[in-house]
C-alpha cells in the first residue's frame, strides 16, 4: 500500500498522534493508500510555518522572483501529469485520460499568474485639497488557508494557490479526507519547484480535528472555500472567530437552455461533457436541460442513442469515457436521488442504476424527463451523472426555469439568433454562461457563482483581489499643520 504524508514547513511528516487512515479505489473497492492524520498538532504547526515564512524570507522576495517560482510549479505539473493523474484516478474513479490532461493543462493557470505578478499597481488619488499628495498600494493579505473538495483536486487548488503565491501570500491547503491523496503527491511538485520553507503547507484530516481548526486559527487572514454550500454554513461561522475574508465557491444546478434553432448536433456533443463529464462531479455540470418543446422529442431522442453508446469502465483505461463515483456514500446518495425523482413524477429515459459488471461504485449515465420544477431533481444538486429533461414554450419561460433555483454558478443557451442569446445571457442570474458551447474554465477568466454558488470570484484578474489588500498613504506637502487646539 502506498504511503502518504503530510507537507509542513518544507518536510514531510507523520502526524505526531501516529494516527493514520485508508483510501479506497471507488474502481475495485480496495483499499491503496495510508495516509498520515493531521490534528490539532499539524495545523497549529503548518499555520505557525505560513506565518513565520509570511513575515520572514517570503515578504522579501521580489515579484519576478514569485514568477520562476510559479513557473516551476506549472513545469512540474507537466512534467509529472502522469503519475498525478495515475494517483488522482485511483483515489476518485475519475477518467485517467482527464485526471492526466487536467494536470497537464492546470500548468497554464501557475504561467498566467506567474506573468500578473508585475502588473499589479496602486493609484494616485485626485484629491480636493492642496499640499496632499494619496497614492495607493497594494499588500497580500497574509497566511490563507484553502479548504479542497475531492472532485477536481489540481484545477481546485490552483485557483488559489496561483493567485495567492503571485500576490504574496503564504498558505495551508487542506486536502478533502476523502481521497487526499493527489494534493499529498502534489506536495512533492512544490517541494521541487523549491519555494522557502512554510510558504506553501498542505495536511489531510477530517472536518472536526483539523478543518474547523484550520479555519478558526487566529493566524488564518483568509479562508478560500470549495465544497457544499452546508458546509459553507459552517466555514462563515469558524471565520468570524478571527474575522478572516472568506470566498466561497459551492454548488450548482447548471441549466442549459436549447432553442428550437440551435446547432443539435454540437448541443448533443457538448451537452454529453456537460452532463457526464467526471461523472457528473462537477459543480458546473449540466444538471437542467431545458429544451423547446417543438424539437424535444427529436432531441431526446438523438441524446438517447449518443447516450447508449458511452463506454462505462475501468478509469484507466484510455478507452474509457465514464468512470466510477467517488465512494459508497455518495454512491447510494445518488441512486436515493434518482428514486426520489421517479417518485416526484419523473420518467426515466435511461440509467439509474448501477452499472452491470463493474464492481466498484459505476453508476450508468441517466436521463429523467420531469413535468414540474417541485421535482426534486430540478431544485437539488446530485454531484452525479443524473440530468434532467424540461421542455418550455416560450423564451420568458425558459428564463424562468433556468433561474428557479437557490443556485446561480454557470449555465449554457443554445440558439444561432445572437440577439436572443445576448437576451437570455443578460437575464439569467449566474456567474458564468456558455453561449453555443459549454464547459472549460479558462485562467483569464473570472469564475464564481451567484446566490447559494458562493461568494467572490476566482481566476482572470478579478481572481487577484481575493488576495490583495489596499493600503493608502497620505501625504501632506505644506509647511506645518493647520492649527487645531489654539495656542498650546
Ligand atoms: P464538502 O463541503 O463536504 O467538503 C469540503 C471540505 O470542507 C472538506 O475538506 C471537508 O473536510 C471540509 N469541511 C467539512 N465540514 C467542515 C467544517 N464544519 N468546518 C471546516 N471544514 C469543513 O464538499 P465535498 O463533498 O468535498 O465536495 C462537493 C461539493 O463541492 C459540491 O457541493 C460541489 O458543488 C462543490 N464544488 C464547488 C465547486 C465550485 O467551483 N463552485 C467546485 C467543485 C465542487
Known amino acids: 500500500m502506498q504511503k502518504f504524508k ?44 505560513a506565518y513565520n515564512a509570511f513575515h520572514g524570507e517570503w515578504s522579501k522576495i521580489l515579484p519576478s522572483k514569485r514568477a520562476q517560482y510559479l513557473r516551476a510549479i506549472g513545469d512540474q505539473l507537466k512534467h509529472n501529469a502522469e503519475l498525478l493523474g495515475t494517483i488522482e484516478t485511483k483515489d476518485t474513479g475519475k477518467l485517467f485520460k482527464e485526471t492526466k490532461f487536467q494536470a497537464n493543462y492546470i500548468a497554464e493557470y501557475y504561467y ?26 497594494r499588500v497580500p493579505v497574509g497566511v490563507i488557508a484553502a479548504i479542497i ?52 503547507n498542505i495536511l489531510t484530516g477530517y472536518a472536526d480535528t483539523c478543518s474547523k481548526l484550520l479555519t478558526s486559527h487566529p493566524k488564518i487572514n483568509k479562508i478560500a472555500f470549495t465544497g457544499g454550500v452546508h458546509t459553507a454554513k459552517h466555514i462563515v461561522k469558524n471565520s468570524a472567530e ?26 448533443l456533443e457538448a451537452n454529453l461533457r456537460g452532463g457526464f463529464f ?46 466510477a463515483l467517488i465512494s459508497k456514500n455518495h454512491f447510494d446518495k445518488v441512486q436515493n436521488y434518482v428514486e426520489e425523482g421517479i417518485k416526484d413524477g419523473g420518467e426515466l429515459l435511461c440509467g439509474g442504476k448501477s452499472c452491470p459488471n463493474l464492481d466498484g461504485y459505476f453508476f450508468e449515465p441517466t436521463v429523467i424527463r420531469i413535468r414540474n420544477t417541485e421535482n426534486i431533481l430540478f431544485r437539488d444538486e446530485v454531484f ?12 420568458e419561460e425558459a428564463i424562468f426555469l433556468a433561474n428557479k433555483t437557490d443556485y446561480g454558478l454557470a449555465g449554457g443557451i443554445w440558439t444561432n439568433n445572437i440577439n436572443r442569446a445576448l437576451k437570455v445571457a443578460k437575464n439569467i442570474d449566474a456567474g ?23 461568494t467572490g470570484k476566482e481566476l482572470g484578474e478579478e481572481g487577484l483581489e481575493e488576495y490583495l489588500r489596499t493600503k493608502n498613504i497620505s501625504i501632506f506637502m505644506g509647511d506645518s499643520i493647520p492649527k487645531w487646539y489654539g495656542d498650546n
Not at 385 to 395: A, C, G, R
Open 149 to 200: 473538495p475531492w472532485n477536481s483536486q489540481m484545477f481546485l487548488t490552483a485557483v488559489k494557490l496561483a493567485p495567492a503565491l503571485a500576490m504574496g501570500n503564504t498558505i495551508v491547503i487542506k486536502a478533502s479526507e476523502i481521497a487526499p491523496t493527489p494534493l499529498l503527491e502534489f506536495a512533492k511538485i512544490i517541494d521541487k519547484a523549491g519555494l522557502p520553507k512554510g510558504v506553501v
Open 432 to 454: 458564468y454562461l456558455w453561449v453555443n458551447t459549454y464547459g472549460g474554465i479558462i485562467p483569464e477568466t473570472p469564475y464564481g457563482g451567484f446566490k447559494q454558488s458562493g
Open 278 to 323: 467526471n461523472q457528473g462531479e462537477n459543480c458546473t455540470a449540466v444538471t437542467r436541460l431545458i429544451v423547446h418543446e417543438s424539437i424535444i422529442d427529436e432531441f431526446t431522442e438523438k441524446y438517447l442513442k449518443k447516450i447508449s453508446k458511452i463506454k462505462q469502465g475501468m478509469p484507466d483505461d484510455m478507452k474509457t469515457e465514464i468512470g
Open 112 to 137: 498566467y499568474y506567474a506573468g500578473l505578478v508585475d502588473k499589479i499597481e496602486g493609484a494616485t488619488l485626485p484629491i480636493d485639497k492642496e499640499d496632499m499628495q494619496v497614492f495607493t498600494t
Open 384 to 395: 452525479g451523472p443524473v440530468v434532467s429533461l424540461i421542455p418550455f414554450k416560450e423564451q
Open 242 to 267: 478571527n474575522l478572516s475574508r472568506v470566498s466561497l465557491e459551492l454548488g450548482g444546478k447548471a441549466p442549459n437552455i436549447v432553442f428550437e434553432d440551435a446547432n443539435i448536433d454540437s448541443c
Open 6 to 49: 503530510n507537507y509542513i514547513n518544507g518536510d514531510f511528516v507523520n502526524s505526531k498522534t501516529g494516527k493514520s487512515f485508508t483510501s479506497i479505489d471507488p474502481s475495485n473497492e480496495k483499499e491503496f493508500a495510508e495516509i498520515s492524520l493531521a490534528e490539532e498538532f499539524e495545523v497549529n504547526t503548518a499555520v505557525e510555518a
